[in-house]
């Protein structure tokens, strides 16, 4: 058996929205968090975009989870006391230094401001 190397754990919530509101909009719940072991944290980059009267900050950051790990769009995700929305699909990861580490890449997201 492959022991894989967990590097730190993170919290996951899981997306569930249920119903509507009286407006028609979708009322957003997650479930508890659980830990989740992850290989790695890549902070990635911020960007501010230039929308006129608002003064925001995007994160971009990306984890690295076991491929048994499941994450869809809307999931959240506390990396190191900061929660993130995941963005997008997950992506399937290669390492291209240690194949017991490939996994799914999961970008992140979160705007502040």
Known sequence: MIM???SETVQHEV???????AHGNEIETWAAPVALGIYAY???GTSEPVIPGY????TTPTIYVPSVSILV???????RGKLFEV?????DFRNPY??????????L???SG
């Open 4 to 6: 894989r190397r967990i």
């Open 15 to 21: 997306y569930g929205g249920t119903g509507e509101d």
């Open 42 to 44: 890549d902070p990635g």
């Open 55 to 58: 003064d925001r900050v995007v």
């Open 73 to 79: 769009p809307r999931d959240r995700v506390t990396v």
């Open 87 to 91: 963005d997008g699909d997950t992506s």
């Open 98 to 107: 240690d194949e017991t580490m490939n996994g799914n890449s999961i970008n």
């Open 109 to 111: 997201k979160a705007v």
